[in-house]
């Protein structure tokens, strides 16, 4: 799987968008982009995922650019509940996988503190 | 909906003892996973199930062993607990891995186990 470079921290205001970045420059064709969180004592959690096309659900929003190297996460409208770790991960499709390949690598993500 | 629940949440024992940390899900989800998690080494795979009566090793397995007898129940084992084996568990499963809508992986709340 390819390796991704996050932000180690960013804060950002509450009820303002929360855009966090990640670059994955060595993404190949058949990699997918996840981003999951960690909120502090809890597992984690999935948010949203993508391969080439621009995805939103209710929880985020996911960009992704046109050459696939980098994509941003969006929390539209942060909230104090937001703040958590979130890891960006890049992960080929698990029935091109297996084994051990079929795990989640979480890196060290970045650790987001919405600001009251 | 109860989703995927860990037990015990915390547990504290000794070097040399066997230690079960249970993991049970409601979604009869067919993939099960266990992680640990330390400090500067992100989350690591232990052991994998496919299905009921199947396991496949991760990336750490060694002094840890797994069955899944039934589809819902995942138990790990430490079979004589060392030091090293101070962690926080978090087990997951995931539906599939055929779609990419199936294979996301849900956590549990995790397992915080100190060996003294």
């Known amino acids: 799987d390819a390796k991704t470079t996050q932000p180690t921290s960013m804060d950002c205001a509450e009820g303002r968008a929360a855009n966090l970045p990640c670059n994955h420059s060595?993404?190949?064709?058949?990699?997918?982009v996840y981003w999951y969180r960690q909120i502090h004592s809890q597992g984690p959690q999935y948010i949203i995922h993508g391969l080439k096309n621009n995805e939103t659900n209710e929880m985020a929003s996911l960009i992704i650019t046109e050459d696939r190297k980098s994509s941003t996460l969006i929390l539209p409208h942060a909230t104090l509940r937001d703040t958590a770790v979130y890891y960006c991960?890049?992960?080929?499709?698990?029935?091109?996988?297996?084994?051990?390949?079929?795990?989640?690598?979480f890196g060290s993500g970045t650790q987001l503190t919405v600001l009251p | 909906d109860a989703g995927i629940t860990q037990s015990p949440r915390y547990k504290i024992t000794e070097t040399g003892r066997q230690v079960t940390l249970m993991c049970h899900q409601t979604?009869?989800?067919?993939?099960m996973f266990w992680y640990r998690q330390d400090l500067g080494h992100g989350l690591r795979l232990i052991y994998y199930s496919a299905a009921a009566d199947i396991t496949d090793k991760g990336e750490v397995p060694d002094g840890y062993v797994v069955s899944r007898s039934k589809t819902e129940n995942f138990p790990l084992t430490l079979e004589s607990a060392t030091r090293s084996q101070t962690s926080v568990y978090f087990c997951a499963s995931s539906e599939s891995l055929i779609t990419e809508a199936k294979n996301i992986q849900y956590f549990g709340a995790g397992t915080r186990l100190s060996v003294l």
């Open positions: 979604w009869s989800h067919s993939y």
């Open positions: 060595t993404i190949s064709g058949n990699e997918y």
């Open positions: 991960i890049v992960r080929v499709h698990p029935q091109l996988s297996s084994g051990s390949a079929r795990q989640l690598t």
